[in-house]
């Protein structure tokens, strides 16, 4: 038997369908060149980026009496920018009903953003993101239509099912 066979053009239709689904519905259109020569210089993109997410979250602290609010900020890294949230709790002391405001000194990891491109990624772990396969890139802090669904624990970066 010569060719491929049926097996390699299904592997090839479900790998176009997972790239359907990716973020929401929406597939970044991004190309491995660099987006600096883009009009929006890296940090106002990045500001935006992060004003975005917060933006977004303010939907999911006011469904719980326990949380005051969530700020996404950046810390640093070499190659990738970990992008992290951190939330602030409202503690109340049932016996007295003192309540007292906790604010997260650590952090969440969400995504990393690579320095060079911009490209989003979703976390492999604290301190890497997942940069394997096809679909390693999820956004790009250039393309606001990437990331105008965004969630607070990052579920917008996986693919949907």
Known sequence: MCGPGIEMFLEIEEENLKEKKMI?????????????????????????????????????????????SIVFKTDGGRKFIKVKYFETKISTDYETGEKTIVKDKNGSIHCFVDKNTGDIYKPAGWRAPYTKGKNAVRGNIYDEKCYEKTDVYGGWLYAKN
């Open 24 to 68: 929401n519905g929406i597939k970044p259109n991004i190309t491995k060149k660099t987006l600096l020569d883009s009009k929006t210089p890296f940090g106002e993109a990045m500001e935006n980026f992060l004003s975005k997410l917060t933006e977004n979250a303010k939907s999911h602290v006011e469904r719980f009496k326990h949380m005051d």
